[in-house]
T-cell receptor, first 112, second 117 residues
Framework: KQEVTQIPAALSVPEGENLVLNCSFT??????LQWFRQDPGKGLTSLLL?????REQTSGRLNASLDKSSGRSTLYIAASQPGDSATYLC???????????FGGGTRVLVKP | EPEVTQTPSHQVTQMGQEVILRCVPISNHLYFYWYRQILGQKVEFLVSFYNNEISEKSEIFDDQFSVERPDGSNFTLKIRSTKLEDSAMYFC???????????????FGPGTRLTVL
């Protein structure tokens, strides 16, 4: 059974600093990994999806990497802004079309 | 940009009552999902639905739960007799199909907050 963990649970950084968010998973037979952003009381906004055959994906200031052998994914957010303050969730899918297993999230606060 | 919509945004009900949560997935998407998030806990999978039938369900999705696609646009989750522990945010998600290969990104709606008293 896939378990997904995100440490730390909360992170506070000054504006302009690069953010590094960690996600670890127990089952290396992961099919894909998706990163989401969740604002308080809101839904989940998809940020990036990495297929198991890929090592990284980039979108603007965001870059996500995937290392199946070590069971880890990392989300980098360059030059953080106060608007980046949110909870970031990672979720792993075991097969095409399959359910996502979520981590507990990292709550990020970017201070002006 | 197309998005998944859910209604209502907040539902308050008495224990034992039936509730129906509604979702309108992105048009041309063919896979549909329900997840829930109890306050302070992880988002957890409930059920996936494809081609008018359940393709996978979790242990949470017992006989009290059912899903339906009553027409070409809506996707509903029914809880027959609500319990206090059903209080959570319920998210609908959908996934498209591109040229014979399924696109893997799941797009989530804003959620329905269910409060059972």
């Amino acid at each position: 059974k896939q378990e997904v963990t995100q440490i730390p649970a909360a992170l506070s950084v000054p504006e302009g600093e690069n953010l590094v968010l960690n996600c670890s998973f127990t089952d290396s037979a992961i099919y894909n990994l998706q990163w989401f952003r969740q604002d308080p009381g809101k839904g989940l906004t998809s940020l990036l999806l990495i297929q198991s055959s890929q090592r990284e994906q980039t979108s603007g200031r965001l870059n996500a990497s995937l290392d199946k052998s070590s069971g880890r994914s990392t989300l980098y957010i360059a030059a953080s802004q106060p608007g980046d303050s949110a909870t970031y969730l990672c979720a792993g899918g075991k097969a095409a079309g399959n359910k996502l297993t979520f981590g507990g999230g990292t709550r990020v606060l970017v201070k002006p | 940009e197309p998005e998944v919509t859910q209604t209502p945004s907040h539902q308050v009900t008495q224990m034992g009552q039936e509730v129906i949560l509604r979702c309108v997935p992105i048009s041309n998407h063919l896979y549909f999902y329900w997840y829930r998030q109890i306050l302070g806990q992880k988002v957890e999978f409930l059920v996936s639905f494809y081609n008018n039938e359940i393709s996978e369900k979790s242990e949470i999705f017992d006989d009290q739960f059912s899903v339906e696609r009553p027409d070409g646009s809506n996707f509903t989750l029914k809880i027959r007799s609500t319990k206090l522990e059903d209080s959570a945010m319920y998210f609908c998600a959908s996934r498209e199909r591109l040229a014979g290969r399924l696109s893997d990104t799941q797009y989530f709606g804003p959620g329905t907050r269910l409060t059972v008293l």
